[in-house]
């Protein structure tokens, strides 16, 4: 049985400084979105992240754009980690492989349900040996049921968990969400539980296996669409950028272009019709309430867009601003990463890529005692870490 290790990582920047997970080693069975997410927030908190590839490495490595030859895709989600490439079906890789995740203190996969327990690297075959393992498996529909040996995508998760069915205008063809919402709230899950069940062991009461399937992830930040089902009995509907208990919530057209304001409760509503010049609507029985107004938000859109049509979207951000009305413009990724506060939390970092390529990546918006984690290692290469990752295990 290999001896567990604990990696020492210091991050100092400023004055010497402790991040959250360091001295605690995470080996990563995990391919494309979902699972590397994860393991990278667990290596942006300290954590000695060790990604198991195979030899021809994580599908991810393909995705454009490329740049000198490396994927920025895949280096969005696999930065701070080790890579050691192993083929699991030849046996003396498998039994590095074993070795590996008997060393760490947590184990984190995103295969199908079954193919671990192949290759007896499941949690079931590993806690003989190493009982305080933290072990989470991510997949599509969980470990066991009905569906469990379903595949699935972020789309297809999206379409089945309802995200689908709120999304876009009203009457609209189904729409997905621009953001791979299922694959990232799985890893943000599976990041939680990992971090969960490492406090579990330090109490004394040993390792667990966490469960996080992507379908039940989605429903769960599903949580005012199920509930407004549940409370209701009808299904949530597209209501394009308006909310189903609030308006004005929404985008609106300006003269040239859109913004968003978001006046969510009566005082905020006065203000806005002070701006706007709309003040008769105060009294207007549709508008008394935000339910109300809500419930008939095609009106009140129709009557506010006719004055903000009249002036630049500037003109009214900045009034709206003045007056303390949530309010933005409506940014493309280029234009929000240029906001100055992103500059203030210091959320970009240069980065260079395996080969030389100069990019730059978005880290972890976690600020601990008054820093960001940032980038302690580029993403790695096909197995980078391989040899230095195999002196580190006892066989």
Known sequence: MAVRHRAQVQLIRGGKTMLTLEGVRVVEFCEIAAGPFCGMLLADMGADVIKVERPEGD?????PPISGGFSENFA???????????????????????????????????????????????????SQSAPDLVYASISAFGQTGPR???????????????????????????????????????????????????RKVREGAGGDHFDISMMGATLAVGA????QYFGTGSDPEKLGSAHPRNAPYQ?????DGWFAMAAGNNRLWEKVCEIAGTMDLLRDPRFT?????????????????????????????????????PSAEINTYSQALADRQVAHLKLVEDIVLPGGARTRTVV???????RTSGVRRAPPTIGEHSAEIRAEIVM
């Open 76 to 126: 969005s989600v696999n930065r701070n980690k080790r890579s050691i490439a192993l083929d699991l079906k030849d046996p003396k890789d498998l039994a590095t492989a074993r070795a590996l995740a008997l060393s760490a203190d947590a184990v984190i996969e995103n295969y199908r349900p079954g193919v671990m327990k192949r290759y007896g690297l499941d949690h079931a075959s590993l």
């Open 289 to 325: 309430t935000s339910i109300l107004r809500a419930q008939n938000q095609q009106a009140l859109r129709d009557r506010l867009e006719a004055e903000f049509t009249r002036q630049p979207a500037g003109h009214w951000l900045e009034r709206f601003a003045a007056a303390g009305v």
């Open 59 to 63: 599908g991810m490595r393909q995705w």
């Open 251 to 255: 985008a609106f057209r300006a003269s």
């Open 364 to 370: 972890s918006p976690i600020v601990q005692s008054g």
């Open 148 to 198: 469990a040996q379903e595949g699935g995508f972020d789309l297809t998760l999206q379409a089945m968990a309802g995200v689908m069915s709120v999304t876009g205008e009203a009457g609209g063809p189904p729409v997905k969400c621009g953001v791979p919402l299922c694959d990232f709230v799985s890893g943000l899950y599976a990041a939680f539980s990992v971090v969960c069940g490492l």
């Open 224 to 227: 005012l669409q199920t509930s």
